[in-house]
Every structure is written in structure tokens, then in C-alpha cells.
């Protein structure tokens, strides 16, 4: 009896060791960059006055125009619309000067660029891994790929819906957002939709819906689930647009929240999701059954745009890009989520609109 | 940046102006000398060129002596080789030209700080501004029909209703009596730029008829400069090319009690519209605008005495506009195809009293617009209409108080009911004193303006705000005249303009922009016109001086006391021409100060100061009763690269040669 025991024994214990202790989870959804934070500055189009400006958390201080004053006689160009960093490089596209801007991440030193056709208007970019990234093509109405090392257009122009703005990658599959832009292409067919795109076949396996003037696409792997940030149309009066969410395994609608909401972004742990929300940051507690926007802080400058919004898991605050009115230098202010009321500023270019850490 | 009048590089020319100017008053006195030994004119005619009133001026009455008041002769049309309307208006203080480039790039007009849309441009007294934008681009106004031009600068809407917050500029045409039989020419110059022109007239029992043909055109393929990526390279304009073929004519009436003329002017243009130049890019490569316009004008005058007229005015105006773009493809996967039709119909009619001293004029008008395009709001559909209405009375009298009738006042109301746009009331007050021992003329003027919104600002597709109300802008005018010096007229003006919910453009984000009221803008300034024909008129002098600065007082703005973008604190223009056996030699120069191209007025955006000079030279011929006029200019004569519009290259050295016969 007692070697029956003994077996009982030795197999639980190969079947507990199975299962994995737990740990801190791995932060997919944040940028957990302990040096500083890049704030790309789009500028004004047709103005050829987009910058890259530098946050050090160490000495608390900006550095604006890191990106030309590190590459002496060098431009970013025309209407900068996205930043990612993927190891020490970071990659920026530039749309209207159709280039992917290739810099050294810790030295802001240029490494090159990747130059579309002047057809072209590279919008929002996502890797794969350190070698492949999609772009999405606002003017071709396509997605482009990528290769990030060698500085190459391997797939020059897949098909998607009108006016391609977010991208965002998992499991094998791309979620390119729609947009239509606004009114102008509202008819035309997928405005309004998320494609889903099969990265092994290049073929869109099932389109997202009812999601008008679709800007922002966001994962969140920790829960398995998609977000989605949607403006509506401009020329409808009662137009709030709003935040889906998709579950990513089936693709289907799992909530939806109907205000005016832009911004999104997750928090470390995948639990809250952050956004702005008519004049105020809000937060929404996704493991709520049926979660509600709380306000957090509120923009007092009626004439002012917030315009950017990130969080930094390293000091556990929400960076804001305040774009002001559009057409003057924007500020950074840093909320710290345990001291709201005491923000920091920091002079940036003109719109910034996108917030990285590194 | 506060105001400072040395503040910007011509700051360096500083040292210069005393020598200048002590050189001018030297060869002043010395002209005056000289004309002490001729002949004994009069003086006061010299001095101050009397104001010939014709049915196509203004205001057959005075309404227009209480500001500041300029105008452009034939002769001085003729003299700088305008191809263009904008090439010789620059010569009038107070006024910028928003230059995109080239012969086919577009050209608007502001007045004293103030914005294209609120300067009025008209033709023999008609506003042609566009009801569909507001502005006129004065590149495809055929400059042959045009014998004089009008500046009024400051508010008058009393006077000439809406958008008059800057001030009107008039295009007078050609009447039968100020134009040859036979007029034709040519002229050609780099870049293909090419110009051609013939008009004649007859006379029949009917009355005088007019026409005329005009065609110019020009590649406008210019290089410039540009640094892409560290490197500096040599680019050429692309899709630049312009054609633009005019046709007018008119009929004027023989002179009786009851006086009529009809003019239409016909015009179709086509040409590519180069955007900005940026990194890696030129915008807009492949967009081309195509237009077509139709005006007919008809104006009569009924005298019933000497003390009495009724003026009866009318005017058409169709204008089609297509602007294709297969690049813009955020509109549409095939890009941009827009298509407008604007219409526009005016009827005015104007009662003009005098009894002795007292002049009395009651205006009334009626307007109606429309537009049909493609590019509407959705809720708009493709369709939208504006009715307007508008009456007026204004009263002018002289008294004495030094002297007799050294004083004259007015007083002038108007009212316009706008069907979509909202209702004002414009009131208008003016003084002037003219010194009776002297040739010296004081002015004061008040009036309280307005500027509707135009129907892209309401109904553009995801830029139209349709409950926009009219800019509301107070104007204040003094000014002098003076004419003490021997053969020089010197003008000066102060003025201030505060304007309240200005529309601009905002940005929802940096490429898709709504219209909003919300300016607060105050404008003042100082302006300066010397007019010199000296040593009997062997050599001729103008100058115009600005000195202005344009504020944001929008308290909730971050831009709150910052310079309003694309107005420079000086601008400065001058012309020379020497005259000698038959030849005229004459040099011309436009100085701007530094102005920024964005509301931040930061130094990113700092549009750097400019001096271009200009050269020609002419010779008169006469053959067998004809007049030949030969000429060879050339413009920016140092090549200067610079560019009026950010992003927007300016063409650089100019060389045309030109051909005109009289008969």
C-alpha cells in the first residue's frame, strides 16, 4: 500500500510543478522606460516644423528640438505622427514628407530614414519584432511593411480601408483603424471599421464595425482584449464617438462606452484604461463588471487641447501633451496618480502628440 | 515681441536714412529753386491734384475725403509695367500682398493689418469679393481694363457695407474717352511669363463701345532653394503653369440727363497650384484650378438739376470653380474633385441732395447669393442661398469757424439685414479742416464696421461653423495732407482698428481646422506717402511708409499679446524714374520687415525681412500717328531668394522685355 502512496506522491508533485509560480507580470502594455520620454511634436502641416523633444527623468529637465539639435543641419520635416522605440533605435514617421525618421535611441544620433514615394503618407507604425513593422499609408488607403534594420520597403502597399490611422499587433494578426476620415470618405467602403489582417496570408480575416471616424487602436494582452477609440462624424451635432472593446480570440464586441473620448492608453497593469474625456483625464476600472469614467484631473484652460496622453510605469504618472491651440508651442505636464493637483510643465514644439518612454 | 520700431534687420539701414533723407530735401530745394525760375503755375493744383469724379469712382460725393485716400493713375499703371494688379499696389502704404509665387500664384490683398477678407476689392464701385471666401485674387484680374485705381484705407462699412474694416480698393475700367482706337500689347519675360493685350473702341450714335482681349500666361517653373535631409539643393516650381484669357466690353451712353453704361467682362483660367515646399515634398504636385467667370455690370444716372441724381446700379456675377487634386485622397480614394457655382446679384440705388452747403445721400441695396458645390456640410447639402438688404443715409456739411467753410462734417447710418449671417448697424462720423493759408488738410474719421461670414466659413465640408455671427471692428482715422513743399505732396495717417469676433481658423487637430468667432485683434499704425515731381518733372519720387503692429487681444488666447501672423511691423516701397530724350529710367524697391507666419511668434516660424529691387528702362517712339512704347525690366534684380508665404519660394531674377502700340 505504502508504494501506492509513494507514486500518488511523486505524481502530484510532477503535476504541481506543472503549474508555474506566478510573478510580476511582464508590462506589454506600457512603456516602462526608466531614462526619459521622447514627446514627438507634429508642427502644422504644410509648415515643415515638426520636432522631437527630450524628458530626462534623472535632472527633470527638457531639451526641445533634441532630435535636429543632435543632428546638426538635420529636420524631422513635415507633420511627425508617430514615435515607437524598439531597443536603441526609435523609428518616426513623418507623413507628409513621407519618411520613417531612424534614430539612435540614448544618443538621438540619425541612423538614416526610410523614404516612400511622394504618393504616400506614412501615418502610425507598429513592430513585429526588432526586424518587421507595419506603417499604415493615411493617402493610400494601405498598409506598408517594414524592414527595421536594414532600412527597406518589403511590402510596399496592402490594401486596407480609407484613411488608415492606428495600427496595433497581436497574435499574429494586425488591427489597422479606418478612419474614413471624418466626413470625406465616410461612405466610401470599411470607413469606419477595424481590419483585421492575417500577417501570414496579408489577407483581412474579419472587419470590426460601427466604429465611425475610427482613430486608435490599443491591446491590451493582459485581459486578451482590444480597445478602440472612435471620434464619429464632425457634421453630426450629437456626435461623441466613443471606446469598444473587443475580445481578441473571437473578435467579438464585448462593451462599449459613448462619450467623447481620445487618447487611450492602459495603465501597467492592464487594469485601468486612461483617456481623455471632454476637457477632463479619466480613468475607466476595466475589471469592474460595468465600469464607469472617473474623473482624475480636468484641463481649466477652456482654449487649450490636450492632445496626448501616456503613462510612465517608472514614476507612476500620466504624461500630458498639450497642444494649446494648435499653433503654438504645447506643453508637457507630468500627474503624478499619487499628487494630481501638483503637475510639472515643461515648454514642447507645436502639437505634441505622441508621449514614448525609454 | 513688443513693439519696436528698430526691432529687425533694417534696423542696419538705420545709418543710412538720415543721408537719405538729407540727399532727398537737398535735390527738393534745389527743384524748388529750379521751378522758381520758370514759368509761375498754380501751385495749388500741383500740389493737390484735383479729384475728377466720374460715374465709376467710389462716391460721386465727398464720403471717401474723410480718410486716407490714394490713388494709382493710368500713367503710373503704364510706368511700373504692372502686369499684374498686385504689382502696383504694393506702392500704397498700408498694403500687403499675400504673394504665393509666380505669375498664376495666388495673390490677396489685406489693408492695415487686417485680413484679405476684410478689404473690399472692387470694380467701378461693385464689391467682386467672393461671397463664397471672401477675398479676390487679384492675379486673374485682367489688368488692361483697368485706367485707374482706388484706395480707401480704414473702415467704412457706412459707406460700402460689409467687410470694408480694412478698406476698399476700387479697379476703375476704361472709359471710351481715356483709350486709344487701337491698343495693342505684348510682352515676354523669363519663366515664359507672356502677356498680350489689344483693345479699341468705336463710336456710334448709341453711344461708345469698348472691348477688349487679354491672355496671359506663364510656366512658372522658377527655381529655388531648398535643404532636404542636411543637403542643399537647387529645385524647379513644378505645376506652376497659368493661363488666364479675358474678354470685356462696354457700352457708355452719350452724355444727356439720363446717362447709362453696360460692361461685361468674361475671363476662364486654368492653371496648376503648387503647395508648400517642405522636407522631401512639394504639396498639392498635381492640383490644378480651373475658372470661369461672368460679370455684367449696369449702372445709370438719372440728373433731375443741378442739385439732384439718382444713381441706379446693378451688377451678375457667375463663377464656377473647380480644384482637382488626385493626390488629396483623404476627400475620396480618386482624391479631391471640388465643384462651385457662385452666384451673386446686386442692385443698389443712391439719391444724392445738395442744398448749399448740405449734401445728403440715401443708399439703399439688395443682394442676393447663392452657391452650389459638391464640398458642403452634410446637413448643408449641395446647395445654400443668401439674401441681403441693406439701406443708408449719410449727410455732409461745410461750415466756418476760422474761416468760411473751412470745416466740413459727416455723418452717415446704414443698416444690412443678412438672411443666414446675422443683422448690423454701421454708423460713420468724419471730419475735415482744411487750413485756408496753406495747403494743409486735416482728416478725422470713426466708423463702425462688419464683415459677415462667408459661406465656407458657415458651410464648408468639416470646416463651415453655421452659427457664426458678422466681425464687429471699430476704425479710427487722422490724417493730414500737406503740400507746403514745392511739387511734393506728403500724406500721412494714424490709425487704429480694433475688430471683435474675428473668425479664424482654428484647428480641431494640425490638419482638419474649423471657423470660429473668436479674434480679438487691435491694429494701429502710422502711415507716410511722399509724392515728388521734381525739376519739372524730369524726375519723379514716391514713397510709402508703414510703420503698424497687429495684436491679439483675445484675453482667453495662449497667443494674448502676441503679433498677428503675416503682418509686418514696415513696410516700405518706393519708386525713382529719371526722364531723358525720350527715355524713362526708373528703379523701384519693397522692403518688409520680418512678420511671423504663425500665432505663437515664435522664431521657428519667423519670416525673415526682405529688399527686392526692381529696374526698367523705356522708350517712347511716335510713327505716323502711332505711339510705340518699347521696355525691358527687370525684377528682383540682385536674385534675392525669399518668400512672402511660409514654405511658398518667390521667383528670382526677372528679365521681360514688352511692346505697346496706341493708334
Known sequence: MKKYYVFFAGLMILIVSCVKQPSEPIDDNTNIGKTGAFILCEGLYNKDNSTLDRFDFASNTILNDYFGKTNTGLRLGDSGSDVVIIGNRTYITVSASHTIEVMETLTGKSLGRIIYSQTSSPRKICMINDSIGYVTDLLRNSISKVNLKSLTIILDSLPVGPAPEGIAFYNNYLFVANSGFGDYMANVPKAGTVSVIDITTNQAIKELKNLPNVIEVLINKKSGKLYVGYLNLPSLSDSTGGIAEFNLNTFDETRRWKFKASGITLSSTGDSLFFFKDSTVSMLKLKDANPQPQELFTNSASSETWYSLSYSAYNNSLYVGNAKNFQVNGSLLIYPLNDLLNPKVFQTGINPNKIVFF | ?663
Open chain 2, 1 to 663: 515681441m513688443k513693439f519696436n520700431f528698430f526691432n529687425h534687420h533694417f534696423y542696419d539701414l538705420m545709418y543710412c536714412r538720415p543721408v537719405l533723407v538729407s540727399a532727398y530735401l537737398l535735390i527738393v530745394f534745389a527743384s524748388s529753386v529750379f521751378s522758381q525760375n520758370k514759368e509761375v503755375k498754380d501751385s495749388v493744383k500741383t500740389k493737390f491734384p484735383e479729384i475728377v469724379v466720374s460715374a465709376s469712382r467710389l462716391n460721386i460725393s465727398s464720403g471717401t475725403d474723410f480718410s486716407a485716400y490714394s490713388t494709382i493713375t493710368k500713367s503710373e499703371l503704364t510706368k511700373l509695367g504692372a502686369v499684374q494688379i498686385s504689382d502696383v499696389l504694393q506702392f500704397i502704404p498700408g498694403i500687403f500682398i499675400k504673394n504665393y509665387g509666380g505669375m498664376g500664384g495666388f495673390k490677396t490683398l489685406s489693408l492695415r493689418g487686417s485680413t484679405a477678407k476684410q478689404t473690399v476689392i472692387m470694380i467701378d464701385g461693385f464689391r467682386i469679393n467672393s461671397t463664397q471666401n471672401g477675398m479676390s485674387d487679384l492675379s486673374i484680374i485682367p489688368i488692361d481694363m483697368v485706367n485707374e485705381i482706388e484706395i480707401v484705407r480704414g473702415g467704412n462699412s457706412a459707406l460700402f457695407g460689409a467687410n470694408a474694416i480694412g478698406g476698399i480698393v476700387n479697379l476703375i475700367t476704361r472709359t471710351s474717352d481715356t483709350v486709344s482706337f487701337i491698343k495693342g500689347k505684348i510682352n515676354y519675360g523669363s519663366y515664359d511669363d507672356f502677356l498680350t493685350s489689344i483693345n479699341s473702341k468705336f463710336i456710334s450714335f448709341v453711344g461708345d463701345f469698348d472691348g477688349s482681349l487679354e491672355y496671359s500666361s506663364s510656366q512658372g517653373d522658377y527655381k529655388f532653394q531648398v535643404t532636404d535631409f542636411g543637403e542643399s539643393k537647387t529645385l524647379h516650381r513644378e505645376n506652376a503653369e497659368f493661363e488666364n484669357m479675358s474678354f470685356s466690353i462696354s457700352l457708355n451712353s452719350k452724355p444727356s440727363d439720363l446717362n447709362y453704361s453696360i460692361k461685361g467682362i468674361a475671363r476662364i483660367s486654368d492653371r496648376g497650384t503648387p503647395g508648400a515646399v517642405t522636407q522631401n515634398n512639394v504639396e498639392n504636385a498635381f492640383a490644378r484650378l480651373k475658372e470661369k467667370e461672368l460679370i455684367i455690370l449696369g449702372a445709370s444716372s438719372l440728373i433731375f438739376d443741378e442739385n439732384q441724381i439718382l444713381n441706379i446700379t446693378s451688377l451678375f456675377r457667375i463663377n464656377d470653380y473647380n480644384y482637382r487634386d488626385p493626390l488629396l485622397k483623404w476627400y475620396s480614394p480618386t482624391g479631391i474633385d471640388e465643384i462651385f457655382t457662385n452666384r451673386d446679384f446686386q442692385i443698389t440705388s443712391k439719391y444724392s441732395y445738395k442744398y448749399q452747403k448740405f449734401l445728403t445721400d440715401i443708399n439703399i441695396e439688395s443682394g442676393y447669393s447663392d452657391i452650389r458645390g459638391n464640398m458642403l456640410q452634410p446637413g448643408v447639402g449641395d446647395y445654400r442661398k443668401r439674401s441681403s438688404f441693406g439701406i443708408s443715409a449719410r449727410v455732409e456739411n461745410s461750415f466756418g469757424i476760422f474761416n468760411e467753410s473751412d470745416f466740413t462734417c459727416q455723418l452717415g447710418l446704414r443698416a444690412d439685414i443678412l438672411s443666414d449671417a446675422g443683422n448690423a448697424i454701421s454708423p460713420l462720423v468724419g471730419l475735415i479742416y482744411n487750413v485756408a493759408s496753406l495747403p494743409l488738410k486735416f482728416r478725422f474719421n470713426y466708423a463702425y464696421n462688419f464683415r459677415p461670414p462667408n459661406f465656407n466659413e458657415m458651410y464648408y465640408l468639416n470646416y463651415g461653423t453655421a452659427n457664426l455671427v458678422p466681425e464687429r471692428s471699430h476704425s479710427f482715422n487722422l490724417g493730414l495732407s500737406c503740400g507746403v513743399i514745392s511739387n511734393t505732396t506728403i500724406e500721412t495717417e494714424t490709425f487704429l482698428i480694433s475688430t471683435k469676433n474675428q473668425i479664424i481658423s482654428v484647428p480641431n487637430s494640425p490638419v482638419q481646422w474649423s471657423a470660429r468667432n473668436y479674434g480679438k485683434v487691435l491694429t494701429k499704425g502710422l502711415e507716410l506717402r511722399v509724392i515728388s515731381s521734381l525739376f519739372d518733372k524730369l524726375i519723379n519720387f514716391q514713397l510709402a511708409y508703414t510703420l503698424q503692429e497687429a495684436i491679439d487681444k483675445s484675453t482667453e488666447s495662449p497667443t494674448f499679446d502676441m503679433q498677428i501672423p503675416y503682418v509686418p511691423q514696415e513696410l516700405i516701397a518706393g519708386t525713382v524714374d529719371y526722364n531723358f530724350v525720350g527715355f524713362i529710367v526708373g528703379l523701384n524697391f519693397q522692403y518688409s520687415s520680418y512678420y511671423y507666419t504663425l500665432p505663437g511668434n515664435s522664431l521657428n516660424n519667423l519670416m525673415p525681412s526682405y529688399t527686392i529691387l526692381n529696374a526698367f528702362v523705356s522708350k517712347n517712339l511716335g510713327l505716323l500717328g502711332t505711339n510705340i512704347e518699347l521696355r525691358i525690366d527687370c525684377n528682383n534684380l540682385f536674385d534675392t531668394q525669399y518668400s512672402v508665404v511660409w514654405k511658398y519660394p518667390m521667383p528670382g531674377r526677372l528679365l521681360k522685355g514688352g511692346i505697346l502700340i496706341r493708334i
